[in-house]
């Protein structure tokens, strides 16, 4: 083999070093004032594959942060296909019946205001339009998000029944469960998982949302949707599922307009700390994060043109904030005909009359500037309907207006968040004393969970609300009750969540 001159690649072959350490030391020349001196080959050598070994490790870490080891533990069992068939064959079966024999459940509900203006605005857009300038009552006009109408609209144009287009509640917790199972067998054990999915899918406030149509489970479905392709993205380093999950998080917040405060936050939050750490894990966030909001823009465009503000979201928030200002009532909802009919609501009734004839933009601008000044001048008032918002997110009451849920009701909805709640402690308590690593989307699905139930507590509030916080609380419960599984468990079974910086 010719030989070469020493050019201090890393490449460099095994007999390429041996010839090295024969030959001939070269010179080194030195600056000014220096004489030549010569260079050990063997010290040359040396340096070299001192470079080649670091190299190898960086490669072996680079995904981990840490040299890999090797584990005898083998990962937990899984539970099978048959009995994740058959688990979710029978939750179905039980949203099915939550769903069409509601009339037998006294627990549920009887509310469809929200399915009436759901079905009027999918009628809206398949003629073409969304708001109607003739209709701006309550419900109506850009009280909702277009998120759920958009899904319903072209099952409305075919002429289905309403009987049919309420398969869109039970379907939608069970694709939640169902990818939630998917999320947490990424950092919990598989049992754990099918136990996390099937809790969510079956949380009660949820159940109650099923006999009429609702935007929740549907949004509850794509938040946990866009989870998972986030969790690809992070996984694999492909672009296309940050790009899905940009997709599936902007129609959850259509769906759920008043997210779009947290996507707004969001995107600021995550760009700095990108700017910050320079980490792809951070670069394919901030990518999710722009789609979604790229989604939402038509509707902010929409809504601009029509309300002349940049962000409006809906004209909902105007009045559940005002109810929590006023001190008539303990801070529930009041739509326009229950606070002038409403005998505990008469100090409130002049004002309500005074702007029942105007736009619904308009009317909802009246009533944040009314809230806010209630908020400086009745300070208290404020905050001890804050705390019954709390128990009305929890516990389902207190209500201002008449038929309140009763005993009965408190049980359903207590006893679960009860059960919740003691199990989250336990979990935070155990997860203080062990002190793991969590993994990096736990982390952003716990903030985000934190955040949406921080953005519902000072305005008016129903329990289905915190359907977009319970994936967080499960989460936590499964990873301190079951533990997140070893760093090197999870690369040997395809799920380790780090990458290597992008810059």
């Known amino acids: ?44 050598c040396h340096v070299m594959v001192r470079r080649r070994t670091r190299s190898h490790e960086a490669r072996r870490t680079r995904y981990t942060g840490r040299p890999r080891m090797r584990v005898k533990r083998r990962l937990p069992p899984s539970p099978g296909r048959f009995v994740g068939f058959t688990v979710w064959g029978f939750i179905l079966a039980v949203l099915l019946v939550c769903t069409y024999l509601s009339a037998h459940i006294p627990l549920f509900g009887k509310n469809a205001n ?78 754990a998982a099918l136990l996390g999915g099937v809790v969510l899918s079956v949380y009660p406030p949820l159940l109650e949302e099923l006999p009429r ?36 998080g902007g129609w959850m917040v259509l769906a759920r307009s008043e997210e779009g405060w947290l996507l707004l936050v969001g995107l600021v939050v995550s760009t700095l700390l ?65 606070a002038l009919t409403l005998p505990q609501l008469r100090s409130e009734r002049p004002f309500i009359a005074s702007i029942q004839g105007l736009p619904q933009v308009e009317r909802d601008s009246r009533m944040q500037t009314a809230a806010i000044k209630a908020i400086e001048n009745h300070p ?46 336990i979990a935070l308590v155990r997860l203080l004393r062990r002190r793991p690593a969590i993994p990096y989307i736990a982390w952003f699905v716990i903030i985000f969970g934190a955040l949406n139930f921080v953005l519902h507590v000072p305005v008016a509030g129903y329990p289905r609300m915190m359907a977009l916080t319970i994936p967080a609380v499960v989460l936590l419960i499964a990873l301190g009750w079951s533990g997140p599984l070893p760093e090197p468990n999870r690369e040997l079974a395809g799920q380790n969540i780090g990458l290597r910086p992008y810059m």
Not at 158 to 164: D, E, G, N, R
Not at 220 to 247: F, N, P
Not at 410 to 423: C, K, R
């Open 213 to 248: 149509i609702a935007a929740e489970p549907f949004a509850l479905m794509l938040l946990i949707g866009a989870l998972l392709a986030l969790v690809k993205s992070q996984e694999t380093g492909a672009m296309r599922w940050a790009i899905l999950a940009g997709l599936l």
């Open 1 to 44: 083999m010719k030989n070469r001159a020493p050019s201090g690649s890393l490449s460099r072959s095994r007999s390429t070093l041996r010839q090295l350490k024969g030959a001939a030391p070269p010179l080194v020349q030195g600056g000014s004032g220096s004489s030549n001196r010569r260079v050990d080959n063997s010290s040359i």
């Open 380 to 425: 208290a008032n404020f905050a001890s309907h804050v705390l019954d918002n709390i128990s009305r997110l929890l516990l389902n009451r207190p209500y201002s207006f008449a038929g309140s849920p009763g005993r009965t009701s408190l049980v359903y909805y207590a006893l679960p968040n009860i059960i919740l709640g003691f199990a989250l402690l």
């Open 274 to 338: 990108l700017s910050r750490r320079r980490d792809r894990r951070d670069l394919l966030t901030v990518m999710s994060i722009a789609v979604a909001t790229l989604v939402c823009v038509p509707w902010l465009v929409y809504t601009a043109s029509l309300a002349h503000k940049v962000p409006y979201w809906d004209s909902a928030g105007g009045a559940s904030l005002y109810w929590m200002a006023v001190p008539a009532g303990v801070g529930s909802y009041m739509n326009t005909h229950q």
């Open 114 to 191: 929200d399915e009436f203006a759901y079905l009027y605005f999918a009628r809206n857009l398949t003629h073409g339009t969304y708001a109607v300038a003739s209709n701006q009552t309550d419900y109506h006009y850009l009280w909702h998000g277009p998120g759920l109408p958009l899904l319903l609209a072209p099952f409305t144009a075919l002429h289905l029944p309403v009987s049919a287009l309420r398969l869109v509640g039970p379907l939608s917790l069970l694709g939640a469960g169902v990818l939630f199972t998917r999320v947490l067998s990424r950092f919990v054990s598989s049992w």
